[in-house]
């Protein structure tokens, strides 16, 4: 992430949020130092701290002694950056000081109702960061219950491609021992703790936000000076090419020398992002070129979720920790994006962790504060003179048949439709025909 020490920086406000219907958006918790994610278990909430205290929250009030506590190195943009909570078990991933600084994921087991924690040991400690910046990372678990890790490049750009360094990769281990995967591409079984064993994938800068659905990993990478990317990976052994790529561009220099190998280094199994935000138009590039208006300026991209019951079917929630917009990329059933949802203003900015959980989305902020995103369907505009809309064509699919009608009021155009087996019309408003149509 850019300069996540800028957010310390900032003056804890409440800054009266609110969205447009149908949506709703209200804090739910606040009191945490430097709060980094949140993970909720039905009444229960874990939020975790920059500075190594993680608390539990019962129904929303946060209790005044923490669960588990763990002392990072917080220097740049280090410290607790990431938890994952299943079935008892908490793990945690934190950098340590040291020569050099290295990365490290510990698991606790959980009693929730009594507040305590028991630790159970490090699962892996020896990844080096050799700089304060560029850590990543999320945690992640599939449906196996294999642990998943995203670590940044350490400033150290061609380490993304350096097979012996877990720098700019996602790890799959074993979430007890750390072991890697047997079936990871570089898998030894001679030495299954090596990073070659350990790796998934690699080739990103900066992963701070990424998430898992249905085994799934949605990579959220943070960019340099000219794009931020987002990638979908299915499979092992996939390069999702930095440096060679930034975005869709071609990275332009001379590629060095690999340590390990002697040769120099050789991009195999590229898998493009299914779109890159462009930092010099303020654009969404997607990969046939096509380019969607974007709400402001990109900074540095966290993933969210896919969205369950929040209005936009296939819909991929993602924001900006600077920025203020509450962003949707909808995807057809082939992961390609065809069309951007600008939600609107949430009305504060230095976002960490967004997620959604009980189909209600929420935002956890650096400040400490967790605000509740939720989507009321009768909100929606359904109060629609229809004698007064020109019914013209159908609009495409996207992964659910809609019929769309639609009435011109000089600019913008605004679309009312309605999804299969959904009664109530909804309303979106398009700057231009051509935006309108663009993916007829």
Known sequence: MKNITLLLLFCSTFLNAQLPDPYIINQVNSGFDYSMQSVFIENFTITAERDGNIFVSE???????????????????????????????????????GTPKYGNISRYTLDLEANTSVFQGDVLSEFFLYASNHQGGSLMMDSEGWLYCSFGDA???????RDSRL????VRINAITGAGHPDNPLYNANNPFSAESRTYAKGMRNPFRCFMKDDVIYVFDVGSQSFEEATIITE???NLGYPFYEGFEAYVGSVPTNPDTGNSYVLENYLEPIFALDHATAGMVLPNSTVLNFPFTPVSIIGGAILDNFGYPNGL???DVFRQNLLIAILNDNNEV???????DIGFQFVTHATQFDSKIYITRSNGEIFEVSYDETLSNNDVDFNYIDAQKTYWSIGHEK???????NTPYIIYYKYQNRTKWKKRIYTSEASLFAQD
């Open 59 to 97: 129904d929303n009030v946060k209790r005044e002694d923490p669960i588990v506590v763990r002392t990072p190195d917080t220097v740049g943009e280090g410290g607790l950056l990431s938890i994952l909570y299943s079935n008892g078990d908490l793990w945690v991933y934190n950098t340590e000081a």
């Open 338 to 344: 065809v069309e951007l949802v600008d939600l609107g």
């Open 167 to 170: 720098n700019g990769k996602i």
């Open 403 to 409: 019929f769309v009608s639609k009435m011109e009021i």
């Open 155 to 161: 400033v150290n750009k061609w380490h993304a491609q």
């Open 317 to 319: 929630l993602f924001m």
């Open 236 to 238: 092992a052994c996939k």
